[in-house]
């Protein structure tokens, strides 16, 4: 158990839906961040939410788009998906200790 | 601009062996390092940081990684490998811009051959 909760597991989706990805935090991380991590890949920053404000994203078109909550939870969302979104979708908490990890959504997309 | 490399993508170890996986950084400033593991079709799992200090690190699972500034390196090692150890381990910098994400290497798969 890593403190840091992350659904679904796994998600089918067709080219050009949207789809909404989640992650809930049993420690109350007030920072959260978001990697894709394609196979055979390490991790790629997406976004980062700070008191619910983004304040960092990497190399990602806007139909990347997040959101955090006042409980510290968060969304992934991204629309008009693509084939090469499929990927193990990674949120993290972050405290001043450091950053925990959930086990990932991994997403494929026909 | 901030970077980690792996320069192996696999490393083969019998069991019982020492083992040691590379990583090189570059980066401004002080670097704040990282690796983890990553079992299959798992998330990562913290392993080891450095942020200051002692050149050696201890980390999780008899894990240790020896900081070395002049070499620029952070590799990672293990006296006695354990076919448990067989996974990916990743490298990775805490880049100060952006909020302080991770930049991460390619990944290394290790193997421990029984």
């Known amino acids: 158990e890593t403190g840091v909760t992350q659904s679904p597991t796994h998600l089918i989706k067709t080219r050009g839906q949207q789809v909404t990805l989640r992650c809930s935090s049993q420690?109350?991380?007030?920072?959260v961040s978001w990697y894709q991590q394609a196979l055979g890949q390490g991790p790629q920053f997406i976004f980062q939410?700070?008191?619910?404000?983004?304040?960092g994203r990497g190399n990602f078109p806007p139909r990347f788009s997040g959101l955090q909550f006042p409980n510290y939870s968060s969304e992934l969302n991204v629309n008009a998906l693509e084939l090469d979104d499929s990927a193990l979708y990674l949120c993290?908490?972050?405290?001043?200790?450091?950053?925990?990890f959930g086990s990932g959504t991994r997403l494929t997309v026909v | 601009a901030q970077s980690v490399a792996q320069p192996e993508d696999q490393v083969n170890v019998a069991e019982g062996n020492p083992l040691t996986v590379k990583c090189t950084y570059s980066?401004?400033?002080?670097?704040?390092l990282f690796w983890y593991v990553q079992y299959p079709n798992r998330g990562l799992q913290f392993l080891l940081k450095?942020?200051?200090?002692?050149?050696l690190v201890k980390g999780s699972y008899g894990f240790e990684a020896e900081f070395n500034k002049s070499q620029t390196s952070f590799h990672l090692k293990k006296p006695s490998a354990l076919v448990s150890d067989s996974a990916l381990y990743f490298c990775?910098?805490?880049?100060?811009?952006?909020?302080?994400?991770?930049?991460f290497g390619q990944g290394t798969e290790l193997s421990v051959k029984p």
């Open positions: 993290a908490g972050i405290r001043i200790d450091g950053y925990t």
């Open positions: 420690s109350g991380h007030n920072t």
């Open positions: 939410y700070y008191r619910e404000e983004e304040n």
């Open positions: 980066v401004s400033g002080n670097p704040y």
């Open positions: 450095y942020i200051t200090g002692d050149n």
């Open positions: 990775a910098v805490r880049d100060y811009n952006q909020g302080g994400k991770l930049i």
